[in-house]
């Protein structure tokens, strides 16, 4: 069991898919978190900084430092072409937890974006899922 | 949206592409050595100011309208992953990566 979870934890494969996932958890957190945040006044305001306040920021940034060192593994073994594309489902996820847990809006041409983005995930996986069964 | 909320999204999504490039060429190369160590860095100090001033934008954005500027660093990265790292960019690798740039445009100016 333990050498099983080792062994899917070290695909890198499997850690893109971490990485799409924590990604999409983080920046939900940091939403929910910079809404929060005190305004301070508009001179230093556009850095950000005030969101560290609030712990929603700080579950974000856990989640941010997830995403990167699962980020990295891919790195090392999947090349960029490849990897980038496929590591923007977050495109589809993160809109989707805004309109599920944000209450944000969609709009018709947004869910066609969405639908774009999906499309192009899957040109672009369906090669290496074929590539994968032959190892 | 004013000219400085514009130019922050710009500075933010170059400097997001550049630390992508850095760290994947970093992570090619011996963990141990310095040519690992100064790209790693560069790679690293460019995504954490990219991500404070995208934090401070989403104070002033929703997320879902905001986040997907980045989606144009896709096919930017693609093709320069192609033309500097040496990477294989199949035709069909870059209609995908052009797909999704183009969802994500389509997103973020709805």
Known sequence: MIHKTKKLLLKPWFQLVLTVLFVTTSEVFLKRGAVEAPRLPEQVNWTGVSGLASPNVWYGILFVIASFISWLYVLRFIPLTIAYPLSNFVHVLIPLSSWLFLNEHISVQRWCGIALVLLGVLIVAKPVARMEEKL | ?110
């Open chain 2, 1 to 110: 949206m004013t000219p400085v909320s514009a130019l922050l999204i710009f500075i933010a999504l170059i400097l997001y592409i550049l630390g992508q490039l850095f760290l994947k060429h970093a992570m090619e190369s011996d963990l141990r050595s310095a040519r690992f160590k100064k790209n790693f860095a560069v790679g690293l100090s460019a995504m954490t100011v990219s991500f404070f001033i995208t934090l401070g934008l989403l104070q002033h954005f929703d997320l879902s309208y905001l986040y997907p500027f980045q989606g144009l660093s896709v096919v930017i990265i693609s093709l320069l992953a192609a033309a500097i790292l040496r990477e294989k960019l199949t035709p069909r690798l870059f209609i995908g990566a052009a797909l999704i740039s183009a969802g994500v445009v389509l997103v973020s100016l709805s």
